[in-house]
Protein backbone atom coordinates (compact mmCIF):
# COMPACT_ATOMS: atom_id res chain seq x y z
CA UNK A 1 0.00 0.00 0.00
CA UNK A 2 1.49 3.45 -0.78
CA UNK A 3 0.75 5.95 1.65
CA UNK A 4 -1.25 9.05 -0.42
CA UNK A 5 -0.06 12.64 -0.90
CA UNK A 6 -3.02 15.27 0.90
CA UNK A 7 -2.87 16.96 -2.79
CA UNK A 8 -3.58 13.69 -4.93
CA UNK A 9 -6.41 13.29 -2.65
CA UNK A 10 -7.62 16.73 -2.71
CA UNK A 11 -8.42 15.76 -7.17
CA UNK A 12 -12.25 15.14 -6.47
CA UNK A 13 -12.60 18.98 -4.87
CA UNK A 14 -9.93 20.97 -6.05
CA UNK A 15 -11.62 23.54 -7.95
CA UNK A 16 -13.78 23.79 -4.83
CA UNK A 17 -10.92 24.09 -2.27
CA UNK A 18 -9.72 27.11 -3.78
CA UNK A 19 -13.21 28.25 -3.76
CA UNK A 20 -13.20 27.75 -0.07
CA UNK A 21 -9.60 29.17 0.12
CA UNK A 22 -11.25 32.60 -0.50
CA UNK A 23 -14.38 32.55 1.07
CA UNK A 24 -12.07 31.54 4.41
CA UNK A 25 -10.17 34.88 3.89
CA UNK A 26 -13.43 36.81 3.34
CA UNK A 27 -14.75 35.54 6.78
CA UNK A 28 -11.77 37.03 8.64
CA UNK A 29 -11.69 40.70 7.46
CA UNK A 30 -11.81 42.98 10.11
CA UNK A 31 -11.57 46.38 10.37
CA UNK A 32 -9.64 46.49 14.19
CA UNK A 33 -5.95 46.90 12.89
CA UNK A 34 -4.45 43.95 15.17
CA UNK A 35 -7.23 41.77 14.27
CA UNK A 36 -6.01 42.39 10.97
CA UNK A 37 -2.61 41.70 11.56
CA UNK A 38 -3.64 38.49 13.68
CA UNK A 39 -5.09 37.06 10.66
CA UNK A 40 -2.78 37.96 8.25
CA UNK A 41 -0.14 35.84 10.48
CA UNK A 42 -2.47 33.01 10.72
CA UNK A 43 -3.91 32.74 7.35
CA UNK A 44 0.29 33.02 5.99
CA UNK A 45 1.02 29.66 8.06
CA UNK A 46 -1.43 27.52 6.07
CA UNK A 47 -2.12 24.13 7.65
CA UNK A 48 -3.22 20.95 6.03
CA UNK A 49 -6.86 22.30 6.27
CA UNK A 50 -7.70 18.22 6.79
CA UNK A 51 -11.06 19.62 8.33
CA UNK A 52 -12.68 21.62 5.53
CA UNK A 53 -11.12 18.75 2.97
CA UNK A 54 -13.18 16.59 4.99
CA UNK A 55 -16.22 18.58 4.95
CA UNK A 56 -15.79 18.89 0.95
CA UNK A 57 -15.57 15.22 0.31
CA UNK A 58 -17.75 14.58 2.65
CA UNK A 59 -20.39 16.60 0.85
CA UNK A 60 -19.10 15.61 -3.08
CA UNK A 61 -20.00 11.79 -2.18
CA UNK A 62 -23.46 12.59 -1.06
CA UNK A 63 -24.04 15.16 -4.74
CA UNK A 64 -22.83 18.66 -5.67
CA UNK A 65 -21.38 20.63 -3.21
CA UNK A 66 -23.09 24.10 -2.33
CA UNK A 67 -22.96 27.36 -0.21
CA UNK A 68 -24.29 25.84 2.61
CA UNK A 69 -21.49 22.83 2.42
CA UNK A 70 -18.94 26.39 2.06
CA UNK A 71 -20.51 27.84 5.00
CA UNK A 72 -19.46 24.56 7.11
CA UNK A 73 -16.09 24.23 5.62
CA UNK A 74 -15.63 27.80 7.21
CA UNK A 75 -16.96 27.01 10.28
CA UNK A 76 -15.20 24.27 11.20
CA UNK A 77 -11.91 25.83 9.66
CA UNK A 78 -12.52 29.11 12.13
CA UNK A 79 -13.46 27.46 15.30
CA UNK A 80 -10.58 25.00 14.48
CA UNK A 81 -8.28 28.12 14.10
CA UNK A 82 -9.59 29.26 17.55
CA UNK A 83 -8.81 26.22 19.36
CA UNK A 84 -4.99 26.31 18.25
CA UNK A 85 -4.87 29.88 18.89
CA UNK A 86 -6.00 28.97 22.12
CA UNK A 87 -3.63 25.95 22.34
CA UNK A 88 -0.76 28.82 21.88
CA UNK A 89 -1.68 30.04 25.27
CA UNK A 90 -0.31 27.03 26.55
CA UNK A 91 2.37 25.91 24.30
CA UNK A 92 4.13 29.20 24.51
CA UNK A 93 4.25 29.24 28.30
CA UNK A 94 5.99 25.70 28.39
CA UNK A 95 8.43 26.70 25.73
CA UNK A 96 9.87 29.15 27.90
CA UNK A 97 9.74 26.48 30.85
CA UNK A 98 7.19 28.43 32.83
CA UNK A 99 8.39 31.29 32.97
CA UNK A 100 7.03 33.63 29.78
CA UNK A 101 8.37 37.33 28.81
CA UNK A 102 6.12 39.97 29.40
CA UNK A 103 5.90 39.79 25.42
CA UNK A 104 4.84 36.16 25.70
CA UNK A 105 1.82 37.65 28.22
CA UNK A 106 0.45 40.09 25.79
CA UNK A 107 0.31 36.87 23.22
CA UNK A 108 -1.32 35.05 25.97
CA UNK A 109 -3.98 37.94 25.92
CA UNK A 110 -4.36 38.34 22.09
CA UNK A 111 -4.54 34.38 21.90
CA UNK A 112 -7.32 34.70 24.14
CA UNK A 113 -9.26 37.25 23.04
CA UNK A 114 -8.69 36.28 19.00
CA UNK A 115 -9.54 32.73 19.75
CA UNK A 116 -13.14 34.29 20.97
CA UNK A 117 -13.16 36.36 18.27
CA UNK A 118 -12.68 33.35 15.36
CA UNK A 119 -15.26 31.30 17.37
CA UNK A 120 -17.71 33.69 17.20
CA UNK A 121 -17.24 34.90 13.87
CA UNK A 122 -17.68 31.31 12.80
CA UNK A 123 -20.98 31.27 14.90
CA UNK A 124 -22.16 33.78 13.55
CA UNK A 125 -21.87 32.70 10.34
CA UNK A 126 -23.43 29.70 10.94
CA UNK A 127 -26.63 32.21 12.34
CA UNK A 128 -26.65 34.45 9.23
CA UNK A 129 -26.99 31.42 6.92
CA UNK A 130 -29.77 30.03 9.00
CA UNK A 131 -27.59 27.11 9.52
CA UNK A 132 -29.24 26.14 12.71
CA UNK A 133 -28.23 22.08 12.49
CA UNK A 134 -24.56 22.78 12.12
CA UNK A 135 -25.26 25.38 15.26
CA UNK A 136 -26.37 22.43 17.36
CA UNK A 137 -23.58 19.99 16.35
CA UNK A 138 -20.81 22.67 16.13
CA UNK A 139 -21.61 23.94 20.02
CA UNK A 140 -21.89 20.54 21.20
CA UNK A 141 -18.43 19.81 19.59
CA UNK A 142 -16.74 22.97 20.87
CA UNK A 143 -18.40 21.57 24.55
CA UNK A 144 -16.91 18.19 24.29
CA UNK A 145 -13.35 19.31 23.08
CA UNK A 146 -12.82 21.72 26.25
CA UNK A 147 -14.35 18.92 28.21
CA UNK A 148 -11.74 16.31 26.62
CA UNK A 149 -8.76 18.87 27.24
CA UNK A 150 -9.85 19.37 30.90
CA UNK A 151 -10.30 15.76 31.69
CA UNK A 152 -6.61 14.98 29.95
CA UNK A 153 -5.22 18.29 31.90
CA UNK A 154 -6.57 16.70 34.98
CA UNK A 155 -6.03 12.92 34.30
CA UNK A 156 -1.96 14.89 33.37
CA UNK A 157 -1.38 15.93 36.69
CA UNK A 158 -2.59 12.84 38.32
CA UNK A 159 -0.99 10.56 35.70
CA UNK A 160 -3.86 7.68 35.85
CA UNK A 161 -4.63 7.42 32.63
CA UNK A 162 -5.93 3.85 31.41
CA UNK A 163 -7.08 2.98 28.15
CA UNK A 164 -10.77 3.84 28.09
CA UNK A 165 -10.01 6.81 29.82
CA UNK A 166 -7.85 7.62 26.70
CA UNK A 167 -10.15 7.14 24.03
CA UNK A 168 -12.67 9.10 26.15
CA UNK A 169 -10.36 11.74 25.90
CA UNK A 170 -8.85 11.55 22.32
CA UNK A 171 -12.55 10.58 21.46
CA UNK A 172 -13.99 14.39 23.24
CA UNK A 173 -10.59 16.52 21.78
CA UNK A 174 -9.68 15.26 18.41
CA UNK A 175 -12.36 12.83 16.67
CA UNK A 176 -15.58 15.20 17.75
CA UNK A 177 -14.20 17.85 15.86
CA UNK A 178 -13.39 15.26 12.23
CA UNK A 179 -16.62 14.03 12.97
CA UNK A 180 -18.47 16.92 12.73
CA UNK A 181 -17.25 17.75 9.47
CA UNK A 182 -17.85 14.87 7.92
CA UNK A 183 -21.51 15.42 9.46
CA UNK A 184 -22.06 19.23 8.70
CA UNK A 185 -20.29 18.05 4.87
CA UNK A 186 -22.94 15.22 4.43
CA UNK A 187 -25.93 17.30 5.96
CA UNK A 188 -25.17 20.02 3.36
CA UNK A 189 -26.34 17.98 0.33
CA UNK A 190 -28.98 15.67 1.57
CA UNK A 191 -31.11 14.56 4.47
CA UNK A 192 -30.56 10.82 4.45
CA UNK A 193 -30.03 10.13 8.34
CA UNK A 194 -28.30 6.65 7.00
CA UNK A 195 -25.93 8.66 5.34
CA UNK A 196 -25.31 11.34 7.45
CA UNK A 197 -24.72 9.11 10.80
CA UNK A 198 -22.52 6.81 8.35
CA UNK A 199 -20.07 10.05 7.73
CA UNK A 200 -20.61 11.13 11.28
CA UNK A 201 -19.16 7.98 12.66
CA UNK A 202 -16.38 7.77 9.70
CA UNK A 203 -15.25 11.30 10.70
CA UNK A 204 -14.72 9.29 14.60
CA UNK A 205 -12.95 6.86 13.72
CA UNK A 206 -10.77 8.65 11.35
CA UNK A 207 -10.25 11.30 14.31
CA UNK A 208 -9.13 8.46 16.79
CA UNK A 209 -6.56 6.61 14.30
CA UNK A 210 -5.54 10.61 13.85
CA UNK A 211 -4.54 11.01 17.28
CA UNK A 212 -3.35 7.33 18.27
CA UNK A 213 -0.88 8.31 15.12
CA UNK A 214 -0.35 11.79 16.63
CA UNK A 215 0.55 10.20 19.89
CA UNK A 216 3.00 7.30 18.10
CA UNK A 217 5.17 10.43 16.44
CA UNK A 218 5.65 12.04 19.39
CA UNK A 219 7.52 8.68 20.31
CA UNK A 220 9.06 7.42 16.72
CA UNK A 221 8.46 10.33 14.60
CA UNK A 222 11.25 12.06 12.79
CA UNK A 223 12.01 14.97 14.79
CA UNK A 224 13.47 17.03 11.77
CA UNK A 225 10.43 16.82 10.38
CA UNK A 226 8.05 17.39 12.90
CA UNK A 227 10.58 20.44 13.66
CA UNK A 228 10.23 19.44 17.72
CA UNK A 229 11.99 16.76 19.50
CA UNK A 230 10.25 13.58 20.15
CA UNK A 231 9.25 12.73 23.64
CA UNK A 232 7.24 16.26 24.01
CA UNK A 233 4.05 14.36 25.66
CA UNK A 234 6.88 12.94 28.07
CA UNK A 235 7.58 16.52 28.76
CA UNK A 236 4.28 17.23 29.77
CA UNK A 237 3.43 14.45 31.89
CA UNK A 238 0.69 13.47 29.22
CA UNK A 239 0.07 9.73 29.26
CA UNK A 240 -0.35 8.55 25.99
CA UNK A 241 -1.21 4.75 24.48
CA UNK A 242 1.65 3.76 23.98
CA UNK A 243 3.05 3.83 27.66
CA UNK A 244 -0.20 3.46 28.86
CA UNK A 245 0.40 -0.35 27.50
CA UNK A 246 4.16 -0.39 27.94
CA UNK A 247 3.39 0.51 31.39
CA UNK A 248 0.64 -2.78 31.74
CA UNK A 249 3.30 -5.39 30.52
CA UNK A 250 5.70 -4.72 33.57
CA UNK A 251 5.46 -5.21 37.23
CA UNK A 252 4.52 -2.75 39.66
CA UNK A 253 7.59 -1.52 40.82
CA UNK A 254 8.88 -0.61 37.59
CA UNK A 255 5.79 0.97 36.19
CA UNK A 256 6.31 2.95 39.42
CA UNK A 257 9.72 3.72 38.49
CA UNK A 258 8.83 4.96 35.40
CA UNK A 259 5.93 7.71 36.23
CA UNK A 260 7.78 8.74 39.08
CA UNK A 261 10.32 9.52 36.65
CA UNK A 262 7.28 11.22 34.25
CA UNK A 263 6.29 13.17 37.31
CA UNK A 264 9.94 14.83 38.69
CA UNK A 265 10.10 16.01 35.15
CA UNK A 266 12.10 14.23 32.93
CA UNK A 267 15.30 15.60 31.47
CA UNK A 268 16.41 14.75 27.95
CA UNK A 269 18.52 11.77 29.24
CA UNK A 270 15.57 10.39 30.56
CA UNK A 271 12.93 10.83 28.21
CA UNK A 272 14.97 8.69 26.04
CA UNK A 273 14.94 5.81 28.26
CA UNK A 274 11.10 6.01 28.64
CA UNK A 275 10.73 6.19 25.03
CA UNK A 276 13.16 3.16 25.04
CA UNK A 277 11.16 1.52 27.77
CA UNK A 278 7.92 1.82 25.64
CA UNK A 279 9.64 0.72 22.55
CA UNK A 280 11.20 -2.19 23.96
CA UNK A 281 7.53 -2.85 25.20
CA UNK A 282 5.90 -3.21 21.98
CA UNK A 283 3.83 -0.17 23.09
CA UNK A 284 4.46 0.99 19.52
CA UNK A 285 3.36 -2.02 18.33
CA UNK A 286 -0.08 -1.90 20.19
CA UNK A 287 -0.92 1.44 19.11
CA UNK A 288 0.18 1.30 15.88
CA UNK A 289 -2.31 -2.30 15.62
CA UNK A 290 -5.15 0.06 17.35
CA UNK A 291 -4.71 2.92 14.90
CA UNK A 292 -5.27 0.27 12.15
CA UNK A 293 -8.44 -1.38 13.33
CA UNK A 294 -9.93 2.36 13.68
CA UNK A 295 -8.76 3.45 10.34
CA UNK A 296 -10.54 -0.47 9.33
CA UNK A 297 -13.39 0.85 11.03
CA UNK A 298 -13.18 4.34 9.31
CA UNK A 299 -13.10 2.04 5.96
CA UNK A 300 -16.33 -0.23 6.73
CA UNK A 301 -18.10 3.05 7.30
CA UNK A 302 -18.02 4.30 3.33
CA UNK A 303 -19.31 0.77 2.23
CA UNK A 304 -23.11 2.41 2.31
CA UNK A 305 -21.88 4.65 -0.72
CA UNK A 306 -21.13 3.81 -3.94
CA UNK A 307 -18.07 4.34 -6.00
CA UNK A 308 -16.82 7.57 -6.93
CA UNK A 309 -13.89 9.93 -7.05
CA UNK A 310 -14.84 11.28 -3.75
CA UNK A 311 -14.66 7.70 -1.78
CA UNK A 312 -11.58 6.79 -3.39
CA UNK A 313 -10.39 10.27 -1.67
CA UNK A 314 -11.91 9.44 1.92
CA UNK A 315 -10.55 5.88 1.53
CA UNK A 316 -6.99 7.21 0.20
CA UNK A 317 -7.44 9.66 3.28
CA UNK A 318 -7.37 6.84 6.21
CA UNK A 319 -4.70 5.25 4.98
CA UNK A 320 -2.35 8.87 4.74
CA UNK A 321 -3.58 9.34 8.37
CA UNK A 322 -2.13 6.09 10.14
CA UNK A 323 0.56 5.63 7.36
CA UNK A 324 2.23 9.99 7.78
CA UNK A 325 5.62 9.82 9.35
CA UNK A 326 4.79 13.25 10.44
CA UNK B 1 -31.19 61.57 45.25
CA UNK B 2 -30.49 57.96 47.18
CA UNK B 3 -28.12 55.61 45.98
CA UNK B 4 -29.95 52.88 45.27
CA UNK B 5 -29.37 49.50 46.96
CA UNK B 6 -29.19 46.64 44.22
CA UNK B 7 -31.04 44.27 46.75
CA UNK B 8 -34.32 46.76 46.54
CA UNK B 9 -33.78 47.14 42.84
CA UNK B 10 -34.41 43.37 42.89
CA UNK B 11 -37.22 43.76 44.80
CA UNK B 12 -40.38 43.31 42.01
CA UNK B 13 -37.93 39.85 40.19
CA UNK B 14 -37.51 38.55 43.64
CA UNK B 15 -39.13 35.39 43.08
CA UNK B 16 -37.90 34.95 39.30
CA UNK B 17 -34.30 35.98 40.26
CA UNK B 18 -34.12 32.57 43.12
CA UNK B 19 -35.75 30.66 40.21
CA UNK B 20 -32.92 31.79 38.33
CA UNK B 21 -30.21 30.90 40.45
CA UNK B 22 -31.30 26.87 40.33
CA UNK B 23 -31.68 27.42 36.73
CA UNK B 24 -27.93 28.62 36.03
CA UNK B 25 -26.40 26.13 38.82
CA UNK B 26 -28.16 23.29 36.68
CA UNK B 27 -26.89 24.69 33.46
CA UNK B 28 -23.42 24.66 34.85
CA UNK B 29 -23.40 20.76 35.84
CA UNK B 30 -21.14 18.60 33.96
CA UNK B 31 -20.07 14.75 34.25
CA UNK B 32 -16.15 15.65 33.93
CA UNK B 33 -14.44 15.94 37.96
CA UNK B 34 -12.44 19.33 37.17
CA UNK B 35 -15.10 21.34 35.42
CA UNK B 36 -17.59 20.73 38.60
CA UNK B 37 -14.64 22.09 40.75
CA UNK B 38 -14.21 24.90 38.82
CA UNK B 39 -17.98 25.86 38.11
CA UNK B 40 -18.63 25.50 42.26
CA UNK B 41 -15.33 27.83 42.50
CA UNK B 42 -17.66 29.66 40.21
CA UNK B 43 -20.66 29.49 41.77
CA UNK B 44 -19.41 30.32 45.53
CA UNK B 45 -17.76 34.05 44.02
CA UNK B 46 -21.44 34.99 43.65
CA UNK B 47 -21.01 38.59 41.66
CA UNK B 48 -23.63 41.17 41.16
CA UNK B 49 -25.69 39.38 38.60
CA UNK B 50 -26.10 42.40 37.06
CA UNK B 51 -26.55 40.95 33.73
CA UNK B 52 -29.20 38.28 34.55
CA UNK B 53 -31.32 41.20 36.90
CA UNK B 54 -31.23 43.07 33.31
CA UNK B 55 -32.62 40.37 31.18
CA UNK B 56 -35.19 39.75 33.67
CA UNK B 57 -36.29 43.40 34.69
CA UNK B 58 -36.17 44.23 31.13
CA UNK B 59 -38.34 41.31 30.24
CA UNK B 60 -40.95 42.24 33.34
CA UNK B 61 -41.07 45.97 32.13
CA UNK B 62 -42.71 44.26 28.52
CA UNK B 63 -45.17 41.37 30.52
CA UNK B 64 -44.61 38.34 32.02
CA UNK B 65 -41.34 36.65 32.54
CA UNK B 66 -41.15 33.22 30.84
CA UNK B 67 -38.93 30.23 30.29
CA UNK B 68 -37.60 32.12 27.07
CA UNK B 69 -36.47 35.12 29.81
CA UNK B 70 -34.98 32.58 31.77
CA UNK B 71 -32.76 30.97 28.87
CA UNK B 72 -31.43 34.67 28.51
CA UNK B 73 -30.25 35.07 31.57
CA UNK B 74 -28.49 31.76 31.66
CA UNK B 75 -26.75 32.42 28.35
CA UNK B 76 -25.69 35.75 28.73
CA UNK B 77 -24.46 34.67 32.67
CA UNK B 78 -22.61 32.21 30.91
CA UNK B 79 -21.43 34.45 28.92
CA UNK B 80 -20.15 36.69 31.33
CA UNK B 81 -18.39 33.98 33.26
CA UNK B 82 -16.55 32.82 30.44
CA UNK B 83 -15.39 36.21 30.11
CA UNK B 84 -14.05 36.74 33.56
CA UNK B 85 -12.66 33.03 33.34
CA UNK B 86 -10.86 34.22 29.97
CA UNK B 87 -9.88 37.37 31.80
CA UNK B 88 -8.08 35.71 34.54
CA UNK B 89 -5.70 34.39 32.08
CA UNK B 90 -4.34 38.27 31.67
CA UNK B 91 -5.42 39.31 35.26
CA UNK B 92 -2.95 36.28 36.76
CA UNK B 93 -0.20 36.90 34.91
CA UNK B 94 0.01 41.04 35.88
CA UNK B 95 -0.51 40.33 39.67
CA UNK B 96 2.87 38.62 38.85
CA UNK B 97 4.59 41.15 36.66
CA UNK B 98 5.41 39.07 33.87
CA UNK B 99 6.62 35.98 36.05
CA UNK B 100 3.84 33.77 36.81
CA UNK B 101 4.57 30.58 38.31
CA UNK B 102 4.33 26.85 36.74
CA UNK B 103 0.99 26.71 38.98
CA UNK B 104 -0.76 30.11 38.25
CA UNK B 105 0.53 28.53 34.10
CA UNK B 106 -1.74 25.89 35.23
CA UNK B 107 -4.23 27.88 35.83
CA UNK B 108 -4.11 30.31 32.06
CA UNK B 109 -4.91 26.60 30.60
CA UNK B 110 -8.15 25.54 33.01
CA UNK B 111 -9.37 29.13 32.37
CA UNK B 112 -8.84 29.26 28.65
CA UNK B 113 -10.68 25.68 28.59
CA UNK B 114 -13.33 26.82 31.06
CA UNK B 115 -13.85 29.68 29.29
CA UNK B 116 -14.53 27.81 25.83
CA UNK B 117 -16.97 25.51 27.61
CA UNK B 118 -18.72 27.99 29.31
CA UNK B 119 -19.35 29.78 26.31
CA UNK B 120 -20.07 26.48 23.55
CA UNK B 121 -22.95 25.31 26.98
CA UNK B 122 -24.63 28.77 26.96
CA UNK B 123 -24.81 28.81 23.50
CA UNK B 124 -26.12 25.19 23.14
CA UNK B 125 -28.81 26.03 25.37
CA UNK B 126 -29.78 28.81 23.00
CA UNK B 127 -29.76 26.16 20.17
CA UNK B 128 -31.57 24.01 22.24
CA UNK B 129 -34.33 26.33 22.67
CA UNK B 130 -34.42 27.39 19.12
CA UNK B 131 -33.91 30.70 20.50
CA UNK B 132 -31.96 32.07 17.49
CA UNK B 133 -32.71 35.34 17.25
CA UNK B 134 -30.72 35.44 20.58
CA UNK B 135 -27.83 33.53 19.24
CA UNK B 136 -27.69 36.28 16.43
CA UNK B 137 -27.35 38.58 19.21
CA UNK B 138 -25.19 36.98 21.41
CA UNK B 139 -23.00 36.02 18.91
CA UNK B 140 -22.26 39.37 17.02
CA UNK B 141 -21.69 40.53 21.04
CA UNK B 142 -19.08 38.19 21.46
CA UNK B 143 -16.83 39.45 18.64
CA UNK B 144 -17.70 42.93 19.43
CA UNK B 145 -16.49 42.06 23.21
CA UNK B 146 -13.07 40.52 21.87
CA UNK B 147 -12.92 43.37 19.18
CA UNK B 148 -13.16 45.99 21.96
CA UNK B 149 -10.92 44.08 23.72
CA UNK B 150 -8.31 43.66 21.33
CA UNK B 151 -8.59 47.32 20.11
CA UNK B 152 -7.49 48.75 23.63
CA UNK B 153 -4.85 46.35 24.03
CA UNK B 154 -3.50 47.22 21.08
CA UNK B 155 -4.19 50.90 21.77
CA UNK B 156 -2.67 50.76 25.02
CA UNK B 157 0.84 49.83 23.59
CA UNK B 158 0.76 52.57 21.60
CA UNK B 159 -0.89 55.26 24.52
CA UNK B 160 -2.82 56.84 21.56
CA UNK B 161 -6.09 56.93 22.86
CA UNK B 162 -8.49 59.52 21.76
CA UNK B 163 -11.97 60.34 23.18
CA UNK B 164 -13.97 59.07 20.32
CA UNK B 165 -11.62 55.52 20.03
CA UNK B 166 -12.24 55.22 24.42
CA UNK B 167 -16.14 55.44 23.57
CA UNK B 168 -15.54 52.85 20.79
CA UNK B 169 -13.88 50.70 22.93
CA UNK B 170 -16.00 50.54 26.30
CA UNK B 171 -19.22 50.35 23.95
CA UNK B 172 -17.50 47.49 22.69
CA UNK B 173 -16.24 45.21 25.28
CA UNK B 174 -18.85 46.53 28.28
CA UNK B 175 -21.94 48.08 26.71
CA UNK B 176 -22.22 45.67 24.12
CA UNK B 177 -23.43 42.57 26.52
CA UNK B 178 -25.72 44.82 28.62
CA UNK B 179 -27.19 46.11 25.72
CA UNK B 180 -27.91 42.29 24.69
CA UNK B 181 -29.31 41.39 28.11
CA UNK B 182 -32.08 44.39 27.46
CA UNK B 183 -32.86 43.12 23.97
CA UNK B 184 -32.85 39.85 24.84
CA UNK B 185 -35.14 40.16 27.67
CA UNK B 186 -37.60 42.12 25.84
CA UNK B 187 -37.33 39.87 23.09
CA UNK B 188 -38.46 37.37 25.46
CA UNK B 189 -42.02 38.52 25.90
CA UNK B 190 -42.98 40.41 22.81
CA UNK B 191 -41.89 41.63 19.48
CA UNK B 192 -42.78 45.16 19.28
CA UNK B 193 -39.09 46.33 17.71
CA UNK B 194 -39.90 49.86 19.26
CA UNK B 195 -39.69 48.59 22.52
CA UNK B 196 -37.05 46.26 21.93
CA UNK B 197 -35.01 48.72 20.52
CA UNK B 198 -35.74 51.13 23.54
CA UNK B 199 -34.43 48.74 26.28
CA UNK B 200 -31.71 47.70 23.76
CA UNK B 201 -30.32 51.32 23.58
CA UNK B 202 -31.14 51.80 27.21
CA UNK B 203 -28.36 48.70 28.35
CA UNK B 204 -26.11 50.56 25.62
CA UNK B 205 -26.47 53.94 27.53
CA UNK B 206 -26.37 52.00 31.02
CA UNK B 207 -23.19 50.56 29.77
CA UNK B 208 -21.39 53.24 29.05
CA UNK B 209 -22.29 55.29 32.10
CA UNK B 210 -21.35 51.71 33.69
CA UNK B 211 -17.49 51.36 32.48
CA UNK B 212 -16.76 55.34 32.51
CA UNK B 213 -17.44 55.01 36.50
CA UNK B 214 -15.74 51.95 36.66
CA UNK B 215 -12.41 53.82 35.53
CA UNK B 216 -13.39 56.72 37.40
CA UNK B 217 -13.45 54.42 40.64
CA UNK B 218 -10.20 53.32 39.50
CA UNK B 219 -8.51 56.88 39.60
CA UNK B 220 -10.47 57.75 43.20
CA UNK B 221 -12.45 54.43 44.30
CA UNK B 222 -12.48 53.13 48.10
CA UNK B 223 -9.77 50.98 47.62
CA UNK B 224 -10.33 49.07 50.67
CA UNK B 225 -14.06 48.00 49.38
CA UNK B 226 -12.85 46.94 45.98
CA UNK B 227 -9.61 44.93 47.13
CA UNK B 228 -7.53 46.15 45.23
CA UNK B 229 -5.29 49.78 44.83
CA UNK B 230 -6.08 52.70 43.29
CA UNK B 231 -4.20 53.50 40.11
CA UNK B 232 -4.45 49.40 38.45
CA UNK B 233 -5.09 51.20 34.92
CA UNK B 234 -1.99 53.59 35.10
CA UNK B 235 0.29 50.70 35.75
CA UNK B 236 -1.66 48.51 33.27
CA UNK B 237 -1.16 51.26 30.68
CA UNK B 238 -4.67 51.67 30.27
CA UNK B 239 -5.92 55.07 29.04
CA UNK B 240 -9.18 55.99 30.40
CA UNK B 241 -11.48 58.99 30.00
CA UNK B 242 -9.99 60.89 33.62
CA UNK B 243 -6.50 60.65 31.41
CA UNK B 244 -7.98 61.56 28.25
CA UNK B 245 -9.38 64.52 29.65
CA UNK B 246 -6.64 65.81 32.00
CA UNK B 247 -4.07 65.28 29.34
CA UNK B 248 -5.85 67.79 27.16
CA UNK B 249 -6.02 70.41 29.36
CA UNK B 250 -1.96 70.64 29.38
CA UNK B 251 0.79 71.78 26.88
CA UNK B 252 2.22 69.12 25.15
CA UNK B 253 5.35 69.04 27.02
CA UNK B 254 3.48 68.24 30.49
CA UNK B 255 1.51 65.66 28.61
CA UNK B 256 4.34 63.62 27.05
CA UNK B 257 6.05 64.00 30.59
CA UNK B 258 3.17 61.97 31.95
CA UNK B 259 2.83 59.39 29.00
CA UNK B 260 6.60 58.86 29.41
CA UNK B 261 6.17 58.38 33.01
CA UNK B 262 3.14 55.78 32.35
CA UNK B 263 4.99 53.90 29.18
CA UNK B 264 8.30 53.49 30.96
CA UNK B 265 6.11 51.52 34.11
CA UNK B 266 4.63 53.69 37.04
CA UNK B 267 5.59 52.78 40.62
CA UNK B 268 3.12 53.59 43.84
CA UNK B 269 4.87 56.89 43.80
CA UNK B 270 4.43 57.94 40.41
CA UNK B 271 0.94 56.43 40.24
CA UNK B 272 -0.20 58.67 43.13
CA UNK B 273 1.41 62.03 41.11
CA UNK B 274 -0.47 60.82 38.31
CA UNK B 275 -3.37 60.70 40.05
CA UNK B 276 -3.25 63.87 41.52
CA UNK B 277 -2.53 65.37 38.49
CA UNK B 278 -5.99 63.97 37.31
CA UNK B 279 -7.58 65.43 40.14
CA UNK B 280 -6.22 68.28 39.77
CA UNK B 281 -7.08 69.25 35.49
CA UNK B 282 -10.65 67.82 36.51
CA UNK B 283 -10.44 64.75 34.35
CA UNK B 284 -12.64 63.18 37.35
CA UNK B 285 -15.54 65.54 37.40
CA UNK B 286 -15.57 65.56 33.50
CA UNK B 287 -15.58 61.85 33.64
CA UNK B 288 -18.38 62.07 36.11
CA UNK B 289 -20.25 64.63 33.79
CA UNK B 290 -20.03 62.54 30.80
CA UNK B 291 -21.26 59.40 33.02
CA UNK B 292 -24.57 61.55 34.08
CA UNK B 293 -24.79 62.71 30.29
CA UNK B 294 -25.19 58.93 29.30
CA UNK B 295 -27.30 57.83 32.49
CA UNK B 296 -29.56 60.79 31.69
CA UNK B 297 -29.72 59.59 28.32
CA UNK B 298 -30.60 56.01 29.43
CA UNK B 299 -33.67 56.58 31.19
CA UNK B 300 -35.07 58.88 28.53
CA UNK B 301 -35.45 55.28 26.76
CA UNK B 302 -37.68 54.10 29.23
CA UNK B 303 -40.13 57.20 28.46
CA UNK B 304 -41.76 54.78 25.89
CA UNK B 305 -43.15 52.13 28.65
CA UNK B 306 -45.66 53.41 31.20
CA UNK B 307 -45.28 53.12 34.89
CA UNK B 308 -44.66 49.59 36.96
CA UNK B 309 -42.18 48.56 39.60
CA UNK B 310 -39.77 47.04 36.98
CA UNK B 311 -39.85 50.19 35.26
CA UNK B 312 -38.84 52.58 38.89
CA UNK B 313 -36.03 49.76 39.07
CA UNK B 314 -34.59 50.02 35.94
CA UNK B 315 -34.52 53.84 36.66
CA UNK B 316 -32.66 53.50 40.11
CA UNK B 317 -30.82 51.36 38.45
CA UNK B 318 -29.19 53.80 36.58
CA UNK B 319 -28.59 55.99 39.47
CA UNK B 320 -26.80 52.77 41.31
CA UNK B 321 -24.64 52.73 38.42
CA UNK B 322 -23.28 55.93 38.34
CA UNK B 323 -23.38 56.47 42.27
CA UNK B 324 -21.80 53.35 43.32
CA UNK B 325 -18.54 53.81 45.45
CA UNK B 326 -17.06 50.56 44.33
Not at 120 to 148: C, H, N, P
Not at 222 to 241: A, F, Y
Amino acid sequence: MITSNLSELVIPIKAELSCFDEKFKKSMKSKVGIVELVTRFILHQKGKKIRPILVLLSAKICGEINERTYRGATLVELLHTATLVHDDVVDNAEQRRGFPSINAIWKNKIAVLMGDYLLSRGLMQAVEGEDYDFLRTITSTVKRMAEGELLQTSKTRKLNIDEPTYYKIISDKTASLLSTCCEIGARSILDNEDKIIAMRDYGEFLGVAFQIKDDILDYVGKSSIIGKPLGGDIKEKKITLPLIYALKQVERPESQRIIKIIKSGADSKKVNEIIEFVVNQKGIEYAEKMAAEYAAKAKECLSIFSESESKSALTSLVDFVVERKN
